[in-house]
């Protein structure tokens, strides 16, 4: 029995050594890094669940859109501005990668970000894909926290 305890206490102690697990946290407002157009998205973040707010100035006006769903990469399926959109978020390593396809006035948009979290949690670094319309377009965005 003192056998077991022994071993069961350095279990313990030696796992209180090995570093968490625990994913980065993106919740928070965020600017992105452009002149051309003005995009500020506030992310909740609460795993496993993330709601995305997209407010965005640019060519074609003003708009508010509002998205969330469960980070299990499945598809959220949602009415976004009267019309369909799915949802899709998944981690990739400590990467979160989010996706909306949706229905809008110029078309079906598709787009794919993946996001990383700097060490001090001040600027988001993501991969972006645009996969509709086409032709598809990959860029990358940095994002600061306001």
Same mark, same amino acid.
């Given at each position: ?9 350095? /279990? #313990?102690?030696? =796992? ?12 928070? $407002? !965020?600017? +992105? *890094? ?44 949602? /009415? #976004?501005?009267? =019309? ?12 979160? $990668? !989010?996706? +909306? *396809? ?45």
């Amino acid at each position: 029995m003192k056998r077991i305890l022994a071993i069961t206490i350095l /279990t #313990l102690a030696f =796992s209180s050594l090995v570093p968490s697990q625990t994913k980065p946290n993106f919740s928070g $407002t !965020w600017k +992105l *890094r452009v002149t051309e157009i003005s995009e500020v998205y506030t992310f909740e973040h609460q795993e496993p669940k993330l709601r995305v707010i997209m407010n965005i100035e640019d060519n074609l006006g003003k708009r508010t859109l509002d998205v969330k769903g469960v980070i299990d990469g499945k598809e959220h399926k949602q /009415t #976004l501005n009267g =019309s369909p959109a799915t949802f899709i978020a998944k981690w990739e390593g400590d990467a979160l $990668t !989010w996706e +909306l *396809r949706r229905e809008s006035p110029v078309g079906v948009l598709h787009n794919r970000r993946t996001m990383t979290l700097s060490k001090d949690g001040k600027v988001i670094t993501a991969d972006r894909i645009r996969l509709l319309p086409e032709p598809e377009e990959r860029w990358t965005e940095t994002w600061d926290k306001q």
